[in-house]
Nanobody, 119 residues
Framework: QVQLEESGGGLVQPGGSLRLSCAAS????????MGWYRQAPGKVREFVAG???????KFADSGKGRFDISRDNAKNMAFLQMNSLKPEDTAVYYC?????????????WGPGTQVTVSS
């Protein structure tokens, strides 16, 4: 399993932006898939966005047009740029990773970072 750690969460006003970062722990192998899920209080964890090392990406409908995902393959890092944030985006955001080429199925997870959208 890949070990990961997120950073970049925080409090932002509606309409604002945040950039989340995810770093995979040192590994001999390339982390071919990285992405993000989120979980709001009382709700199930849901997919947000995913990207492969080859540049393929996938977004949940909730983030299309507002979120962007990118990779730094050399550093085994992924970034989630979130714009036009809404209160319903408030959740703990988890970074996932896999050695396999997948857009939304991960076998390693970070501890999560809180994102709060509120005025």
């Amino acid at each position: 399993q890949v070990q990961l750690e997120e950073s970049g969460g925080g409090l932002v006003q509606p309409g604002g932006s945040l950039r989340l970062s995810c770093a995979a722990s040192t590994t001999r192998f390339a982390v071919n898939a990285m992405g993000w899920y989120r979980q709001a209080p009382g709700k199930v964890r849901e997919f947000v966005a995913g990207v492969t090392s080859g540049g393929r990406s996938k977004f949940a409908d909730s983030g299309k047009g507002r979120f962007d995902i990118s990779r730094d393959n050399a550093k085994n890092m992924a970034f989630l740029q979130m714009n036009s944030l809404k209160p319903e985006d408030t959740a703990v955001y988890y970074c996932g990773g896999s050695y396999y080429f997948t857009l939304d199925e991960y076998d390693g997870w970070g501890p999560g970072t809180q994102v709060t959208v509120s005025s």
